[in-house]
């Protein structure tokens, strides 16, 4: 297997701005599966290694501490868990509360 050093040339921190980029032919980029499908479908996006181990991208929710947590935070964070297919991981002290 060979090395490379690559110099990217161009950084978003804009999703969509990326997705349009890589769209139109601009270059290679990593990104999320969640929110590429339709152009993975199309054919307007393709998985170039498909073999190479993905990386994790961290999703932080942070909220006020509260005793009751309000029921949109709590829909929003099951809604995330259910897209993703993974569970939160919770502070101890909000583990114990939902125990």
Request: net charge positive; glycine share 10%.
């Amino acid at each position: 297997m060979a090395e490379y050093l690559l110099r990217p040339l161009l950084f978003r921190n804009d999703v969509g701005t990326l997705h349009g980029l890589l769209r139109a032919g601009t270059g290679i980029g990593q990104v999320m599966e969640l929110g590429v499908e339709p152009y993975l479908a199309d054919g307007s996006l393709v998985v170039l290694f498909p073999q190479w181990c993905d990386e994790r991208f961290p999703l932080y929710a942070l909220y006020p501490h509260r005793q009751l947590r309000p029921v949109k935070v709590g829909a929003f964070l099951d809604f995330v868990s259910a897209l993703t297919g993974t569970q939160p991981l919770l502070s101890p002290a909000a583990a114990k509360r939902r125990r």
